[in-house]
């Protein structure tokens, strides 16, 4: 649910004869429904919170419009969730992030940035209140569980915390909707974005949130019977027939677009929520205890000196990048480039990268040193043109 999922190891060229090939043992963690994702045809894997997490089904080019324009069903079970579950639960879930949680009510959702002492990102997860004593972190690609179980034993909290055995999956494109209504019925179109219901499926009831991580709207399915859970797989996927569903995955191209930055990427331990553009989701008149909201107050008070934004690069398609690209202007770097990727529907490509803060507004013109030359750039609005439903 809106947690940042690292898709910059997808290439966008074909891979080099000699490419190295990912080895699948017990420590890299299968799902319920690897075995309905290999039958399709998974053409790439990553590793995610120590799982197996798709990354290309049919091509990156053809994922997006099929993403795009049809409906997809995603195997997104690295997509773990902390429990916190006790008398304490509430206390240990506000200590942990930096957002004010004392509204967030039983079936809601919430961005919430989890910081350590000093105020940088440890993991920019989802919250979500199960129950008045019961709370789920819904985390990117860190163990935060461990971090979690710090806090409570130092500071001896009265609360539970485990890896519950959930593992969601995903319907997301401009057809979800009607493919989850098909499953669980005219109750889906209830849900607001950002909220969840229990609904019903073969007599167990499921968490279903309309939230995902795409811009083309959708639902996750928080599943905890791995035996059901298949069934509804499969009930998802007759559901979808007509409107030509198949697997997916986060889709590098979609998601830059709209502007879904990945921890561990395009943010990571090195910002504050400032920098990385999340000022929205921080707290900072609150009356609450949270660590690292002190430290991100002093910054907001001095001021940030570089924030996250988006950019086109002119010139020839570019590969996706592995690691960052300097940005310069004047021949002095003024930053990097993050994440890149040709956008066959923009027709140029299009980048995720941090500037010194001088040179943020939109239309501040740059250079780029990419692998394939320097090529001029452009700060631009994000998300970029035509990337959202709303």
């Known amino acids: 649910m809106g947690r940042a999922i690292d898709m910059n190891y997808t290439p966008t060229v074909q891979a080099p004869k000699n490419a190295p090939q990912l080895a699948i043992t017990r420590r890299t963690r299968s799902t319920p429904f690897s075995s309905r994702v290999e039958d399709f045809g998974v053409q790439a894997?990553?590793?995610?919170?120590?799982?197996?997490?798709?990354?290309?089904?049919?091509?990156?080019?053809?994922?997006?419009?099929?993403?795009?324009?049809?409906?997809?069903?995603?195997?997104?079970?690295?997509?773990?969730?902390?429990?916190?579950?006790?008398?304490?639960?509430?206390?240990?879930?506000?200590?942990?992030?930096?957002?004010?949680?004392?509204?967030?009510?039983?079936?809601?959702?919430a961005l919430a940035p989890v910081c350590d002492q000093d105020g940088f990102l440890l993991n920019d997860p989802v919250a979500i209140r199960v129950a008045e004593d019961r709370f789920w972190f819904s985390i990117s690609d860190l163990d935060i569980l461990l971090w979690a179980q710090g806090i409570a034993l130092g500071m001896k909290l009265d609360v539970k915390i485990l890896e519950p055995?959930?593992?969601?999956?995903?319907?997301?494109?401009?057809?979800?909707?009607?493919?989850?209504?098909?499953?669980?019925?005219?109750?889906?179109?209830?849900?607001?974005?950002?909220?969840?219901?229990?609904?019903?499926?073969m007599g167990h009831k499921f968490l279903v949130a309309r939230s995902g991580w795409s811009a083309q709207g959708g639902f996750e399915i928080y599943v905890d019977d791995a035996v059901i859970g298949v069934q509804l797989y499969d009930a998802l996927a007759a559901a979808g027939k007509q409107f030509d569903i198949g697997p997916g995955c986060p889709n590098l191209i979609e998601r830059i677009e709209a502007g879904l930055m990945t921890y561990g990427s395009d943010i990571t331990r090195d910002d504050t929520p400032l920098e990385a553009s999340m000022e929205q989701y921080v707290s900072l008149d609150a009356d609450i205890e949270a660590i690292g909201l002190d430290a991100i107050r002093a910054v907001a008070k001095r001021g940030i000196d570089r924030r996250v934004c988006g950019l086109t690069i002119d010139?020839?398609?570019?590969?996706?990048?592995r690691n960052p690209w300097p940005v310069k202007v004047g021949g002095k770097q003024i930053g990097?480039?993050?994440?890149?990727?040709?956008?066959?529907?923009?027709?140029?490509?299009?980048?995720?990268?941090?500037?010194?803060?001088?040179?943020?507004?939109?239309?501040?013109?740059?250079?780029?040193?990419?692998?394939?030359?320097?090529?001029?750039?452009?700060?631009?609005?994000?998300?970029?043109?035509?990337?959202t439903k709303k």
């Not at 999956?169 to 889906?188: I, M, R, S």
């Not at 010139?315 to 990048?321: C, E, I």
Request: hydrophobic residues 40%; neutral net charge.
């Open 336 to 387: 990097s480039v993050t994440s890149a990727v040709w956008s066959p529907r923009l027709e140029t490509n299009v980048s995720l990268g941090q500037l010194a803060i001088d040179y943020t507004p939109v239309g501040t013109k740059v250079t780029v040193q990419t692998p394939a030359g320097e090529f001029t750039a452009q700060v631009s609005p994000v998300p970029f043109d035509g990337a």
């Open 45 to 109: 894997y990553t590793i995610y919170n120590h799982m197996l997490l798709p990354t290309r089904i049919r091509g990156v080019e053809e994922d997006y419009f099929h993403l795009r324009n049809n409906v997809q069903l995603w195997d997104v079970s690295c997509q773990r969730q902390v429990e916190l579950i006790g008398p304490d639960a509430a206390r240990l879930a506000q200590l942990m992030t930096v957002r004010d949680l004392r509204k967030l009510e039983i079936g809601k959702c």
């Open 165 to 201: 055995d959930i593992w969601p999956l995903a319907v997301q494109g401009p057809k979800a909707e009607d493919v989850v209504v098909a499953v669980f019925g005219e109750a889906v179109r209830k849900t607001k974005f950002f909220r969840f219901d229990n609904l019903e499926f």
């Open 315 to 321: 010139g020839p398609k570019v590969p996706a990048n």
